[in-house]
């Protein structure tokens, strides 16, 4: 069994985060694929025997359970000695904003344009509008950086890659409208270790609507 073993489904942006980091560092780990659209992470036994909070990624490690990606790379980045920022209140600044405005609307509007039948218009539209409002707050960030806090990648990056690396035809904005953004993202793929999505976490793929 490899020492790390991480909890996780292949359209999840925040088991990718992980599995980014993991494969950044060229650490030795394994994945175990959960059947989220089945609800198999909702089920009392998933839940008594994995996480209480009935989510994806789970990280086993040591001896312990990690869960919640924020904490599951700041532990990576102390196990391993890298991506730490030399600021870390600034790194937990720009973890918190990614969880709570960043990923979190790329991931829901993602799923309701791909894995909810008959979406309501509205409530996309609301989702986009508040996409591109993070990623305006992103894109002026990277004003004169080639990360978040400088020159160099930090775990913030890394938690903000989560969902950049899937295909573009499932987050459909205007991506000439976000340059900076596309040169940071081309700057993870040129890293050692790096692989998409897809490439990166085990199992079956369930393809969304819009782009089976």
Request: net charge negative.
């Amino acid at each position: 069994m490899a020492p790390m073993r991480l909890h996780c489904f292949p359209e999840s942006g925040g088991c990718y985060k992980v599995a980014l980091m993991l494969a950044l560092c060229g650490a030795e780990w394994e994945g175990v694929w959960v059947d989220y659209f089945r609800g198999e992470t909702r089920t009392p036994e998933w839940k008594s025997r994995i996480s209480v909070m009935g989510e994806v990624p789970v990280l086993e490690h040591e001896g312990k359970r990690f869960t919640q990606s924020g904490v599951i790379l700041s532990h990576l980045s102390r196990h391993s000695g890298r991506f730490a920022a030399a600021d870390g209140d600034e790194a937990l600044r720009w973890l918190l904003f990614d969880n709570h405005k960043f990923t979190s609307y790329l991931a829901t509007w993602r799923f309701l344009l791909g894995w909810v039948e008959n979406p309501d218009p509205a409530v996309l539209a609301f989702f986009r509008a508040r996409v591109e409002t993070a990623f305006r707050v992103v894109e002026q960030q990277l004003e004169g950086r080639d990360f978040l806090l400088g020159d160099a990648p930090s775990v913030a990056d890394i938690s903000m890659q989560g969902y950049l690396h899937y295909p573009e035809a499932e987050w459909p904005l205007d991506h000439a409208a976000f340059p900076r953004i596309a040169a940071w993202r081309a700057r993870f793929a040129a890293m050692p270790g790096y692989a998409p999505a897809y490439d990166l976490l085990p199992g079956p793929r369930t393809p969304g609507r819009l782009f089976a």
